[in-house]
């Protein structure tokens, strides 16, 4: 290989280790450097037999998994889920945080909690019920006008891993 050990890549790494099917011991001859380099650089990328399985299942089953996505979308969309998804979404994105340690330290009242999760709720099944009824030019306009405030705030970094954990975990138990 024409690069160091340094400068390799997450997907070159798997290359390697996926496809090549080499071991650590033979990664860490190529670049010359220890099995414990090697073995702690595949555990930072995620690298493992476990992730190779589920990748394999994923690529495989690919028609399966559309239909099984598309069957998740209709019931996601449907008018009767719409409360318990805006309360299971409330948890995913506001409860399970920062707002659920400052509640746990008393820097906010139960009063306090239920107003917020009241509003969230609310909030979130007016998305949903929006999305369900495609009502997409309403939700264009809404939000182009949110979209106005918070520019100075951070770029998102979307947060996938428990969405993709819950489908790792699923799959992994049955393999």
Sequence with gaps: MDISWDEITQEELKYLYYDEELTDRQIADIFGVTIGKVTYKRKKFDINIKNKVYQEFMNQNSDLLKEANSNSKERLLKRENIDSISKAITHFVFRNG??????????????????????????????????????????????????????????????????????????????
């Design 98 to 175: 920062p707002v659920e340690d400052m509640h746990a330290n008393n820097q906010l009242s139960e009063v306090d909690m239920k107003t917020l999760n009241k509003f969230m709720v609310n909030r979130i099944a007016g998305l949903l019920t929006a999305i369900a009824d495609n009502k997409w030019l309403q939700l264009e306009l809404l939000l182009s006008y949110y979209k106005l405030f918070g520019t100075e705030w951070d770029k998102a970094e979307p947060d996938m891993k428990e969405i993709n954990l819950a489908m790792k975990l699923l799959l992994i138990d049955r393999l």
